[in-house]
């Protein structure tokens, strides 16, 4: 770390935090994670942590083919080999496109180190031409409208628009919303951190919560197998059930 401008003193006998992060640029559910990372890096420092940045296998729904169920597995490998081939104490995983939850959960249980996750929250609510918009379910609906004849370019262009107003993930109880409530629930997560909306300030202080917390976590040796417990799995699919969960729940 010397050889990046680092001195010892900032990173010995400190807790070496990792900052998973699923980023890309194609990856619009996460558009916001390289400003959140700023936000983890600071709680991290604050708490008396030294915090890296890594970067994981990004995966979205829109423009991964033919389905991004196929990368799931791949990015719990990545997230499991990443933590143990590297000197880190704990673990933020920043995800929340729909895989991309499940993938670095399953892949930081399997580590064994403290580990929490930090969901991207949903985007804003859609809105067009006086109309409420959920993402995905209504994007599939019209756009089906277009390839049908029924709706113009120009009111096709005013739907993606008004859909499509910010960082996040989809605002319905789809997936994303799914397994980020079941990680909530079964208490991965900061209480409350799933529905928190990615534009929101509240998100923000998320970030920084959540660097803070994963040093304490680090010294009280707060590992996924303390907390995954058959309470806490029966707990997530009660939420499940609750919320009108995505059948992926089950997958």
Same mark, same amino acid.
């Given at each position: 770390?010397?050889?990046?401008?680092?001195?010892?003193?900032?990173?010995?006998?400190? $807790? +070496?935090?990792?900052?998973?992060?699923?980023?890309? /640029?194609? !990856? &619009?559910?996460?558009?916001?994670?390289?400003? =959140?990372?700023?936000?983890?890096?600071?709680?991290?420092?604050?708490?008396?942590?030294? $915090? +890296?940045?890594?970067?994981?296998?990004?995966?979205? /729904?829109? !423009? &991964?083919?033919?389905?991004?169920?196929?990368? =799931?597995?791949?990015?719990?490998?990545?997230?499991?080999?990443?933590?143990?081939?590297h000197p880190l104490d704990g673990v933020v995983l920043m995800g929340g496109c729909d895989k991309t939850t499940p993938g670095l959960v399953l892949g930081a249980v399997s580590a064994g180190v403290p580990m929490i996750y930090l969901p991207a929250g949903p985007m804003l609510r859609g809105n067009y031409a006086g109309r409420i918009l959920g993402s995905g379910s209504d994007a599939w609906k019209y756009w089906d409208e277009r390839r049908a004849g029924n709706i113009s370019d120009a009111e096709w262009q005013g739907v993606q628009g008004g859909i499509a107003r910010s960082a996040g993930t989809c605002m319905t109880m789809g997936t994303a919303s799914t397994m980020t409530a079941i990680a909530d629930a079964m208490g991965l997560t900061l209480p409350g951190a799933s529905s928190i909306p990615a534009a929101d300030a509240n998100h923000q202080r998320m970030g920084s919560d959540c660097g803070r917390r994963i040093v304490d976590m680090v010294w009280e040796d707060l590992v996924p197998s303390k907390i995954i417990t058959d309470a806490s799995v029966r707990n997530a699919a009660i939420v499940a059930m609750a919320t009108g969960c995505s059948t992926n729940a089950v997958v």
């Open positions: 770390m010397m050889q990046l401008g680092y001195s010892e003193e900032e990173f010995r006998d400190k $807790p +070496v935090i990792g900052v998973l992060s699923t980023w890309s /640029e194609l !990856n &619009t559910c996460h558009s916001h994670f390289p400003e =959140r990372v700023k936000d983890v890096k600071r709680g991290v420092l604050q708490a008396g942590g030294f $915090p +890296v940045e890594m970067p994981v296998l990004s995966v979205d /729904e829109s !423009n &991964t083919k033919p389905t991004s169920m196929l990368y =799931r597995n791949l990015l719990a490998m990545e997230t499991e080999e990443v933590i143990r081939s």
